[in-house]
């Protein structure tokens, strides 16, 4: 299975990074409530930060999707989501443990992050591009929902299936896709804009969430960073 970043997308957001965590024969099913306390003072970190809407790390994805013509107000990139959430009171409730994780770390380092069970692509490659308009997508809970992006907009999606995982780069998951308790092989994505996020604060990230999945959920675990020298990766 090829996971690759297309070359249009750096030609457009050279500064672009993407950390990838690759889980293999993980135990999801088990409820570690130390990861819920540990989301929970992440939030209550965040809640205090007098300047968290306005840090420079969720005004660096408004600008990235105003790039590609969408209003990151109306469609908010998932960190600017969060974010936003917890300055109204209501911080993320635990899920599963991976899910967890992934929030814990994207709240730490406020960055976009979101997984995928490697399953549901049946063996299909992955790649990140701009759509051109004829792929699909049914977002979370919504399965019967089926969308088609707009041309130009940045997706994360199956090929040659063309079924999207997530649309506009990091703002809605899929829901043949998502993580359950079940899942056994994941692929947990980091997004990083360097800068205003450093190239260490990015691999620091990616380091702690491998540690974090080895040490709750097992399995075997590989770490990678995406850039424009270094594309793709086999899964």
């Not at 030609?11 to 293999?24: E, L």
Request: glycine share 6%.
């Amino acid at each position: 299975m090829e996971y690759r970043i297309s070359d249009d997308i750096f030609n457009a957001f050279p500064n672009f990074r993407r950390g990838v965590v690759v889980g293999k024969n993980i135990n999801n099913l088990e409820v570690h409530p130390e990861l819920g306390q540990s989301l929970a003072t992440e939030a209550a970190v965040v809640s205090s930060d007098q300047e968290k809407l306005d840090d420079p790390r969720l005004i660096a994805w408004d600008q990235a999707y105003l790039s590609f013509g969408v209003n990151p107000r109306r469609d908010t990139p998932s960190i600017r989501f969060l974010v936003s959430q917890i300055a109204k009171g209501r911080p993320p409730r635990p899920i599963n443990d991976v899910v967890n994780i992934f929030n814990i770390l994207s709240l730490r380092y406020r960055m976009p992050c979101g997984g995928d069970d490697l399953d549901a692509l049946r063996g299909e490659n992955i790649l990140l591009d701009f759509a051109k308009g004829d792929e699909t997508f049914a977002a979370l809970f919504s399965p019967e929902k089926i969308e088609k992006p707009a041309a130009g907009e940045v997706v994360y999606l199956a090929r040659p299936s063309n079924r999207i995982m997530c649309r506009r780069w990091n703002w809605r998951n899929a829901d043949f896709s998502r993580i359950r308790p079940e899942t056994t092989n994941v692929a947990v994505n980091l997004d990083g804009l360097v800068p205003p996020i450093s190239n260490s604060d990015l691999e620091d990230a990616v380091a702690a969430l491998g540690e974090l999945l080895r040490k709750f959920c097992g399995g075997t675990i590989s770490t990678y960073v995406l850039n424009r020298d270094n594309p793709r990766i086999e899964v």
